[in-house]
C-alpha cells in the first residue's frame, strides 16, 4: 500500500533532516492513523512539491517526529484539465470535487447556470466554497496526489465564456435531439496545453447559454447512451479525456 500523505503549509529550508509534524495533521498521523516507528509518509504543500520521510518517533498526541528526504517538485500535468461544474444540489458537489479529484482534474470552477436550482451568495456561498476547498485537499491526500485541484471562486456565465475563449480545446457536455452534439470519445484532442470541460445543472445548460459558449469556441459532446447526472458527468468525462490524452497511460 502506498503511504499516507500529509499536508505541510512549507518545507525547511535545510531540505532534508529532521522535521515535526504538528497541528491537525500531527494528530491525525498520531491519533487516527498511529503511526509508528520505521513507517513511511509522504509530505506535501499540495501544490507539487513533496518528500518522503520516516517516521522516527511520537510525542504526545499530535506531534509526528519525521526523517525528512530529498524534498522533490511534480510538474504540471500536460494537457491540463479544467472541469466548469455547475453547482448540484445538496451535498452533490462535494461528492462531484472528490471524485474529480481522484481521478486526477487539476482545476474545478464552480459556475452558476441558469438553470441551478442552488445559488451561492452571500455567507452561505462562501461556506460552501470553502467546503469544495476542504473536500479537495481531503481527497487529494486520500488518493495520494500531490498536486492538488486548484478550486476556484464561483464563476458567472460570462467569465466561463471567456475561459472557454482561452483554451486549447473546449467543450460543453450536452445532448438534446435538437441540439447537435459530437461524441466525445471520438473528439480531436489537443497533447499539450488546456482542456475545459463545462458541466451542467441537472435541468441542463439553457439555449443563451450555448449560444455564448459556441460563440467563444466551444463545441457540444455527449458522453454515451445513458445520461449521468451533474455530479458524476464531470467525472466520467474527465475520465475518457485522461485515457486519451495518456495522461493515464
Known sequence: M??????V????????????????EGR????????????????????????QGEVLDTEGKDRLIVHLHEVSEEPPETPRITVVQALPKGDRGELAVETMTETGVDAIVPWAAARCVTQWKGERGLKALAKWRA???????????????????????????????????AAVLHEDRAYGSEPLATAELPSTGEIVLVVGPEGGVCPEELALFEEAGAKAYRLGRTVLRTSTAGTAAAALLLGRTGRWS
Open 135 to 169: 473536500t479537495a485537499r481531503e481527497a487529494g491526500k486520500q488518493s495520494r496526489r500531490v498536486r492538488f485541484p486548484e478550486v476556484a471562486d464561483a464563476a458567472t456565465t460570462k467569465q466561463v465564456a471567456a475561459l472557454l475563449a482561452k483554451a486549447d480545446f
Open 9 to 24: 503549509e512549507h518545507f525547511p529550508a535545510a531540505g532534508a533532516g529532521p522535521y515535526v509534524l504538528d497541528g491537525p
Open 28 to 51: 491525525h498521523a498520531v491519533s487516527v492513523k498511529r503511526l509508528r516507528s520505521g513507517e513511511i509518509v509522504v509530505l506535501t504543500d499540495g501544490a507539487g512539491r513533496w518528500a
Open 2 to 7: 502506498t503511504a499516507p500523505v500529509f499536508v
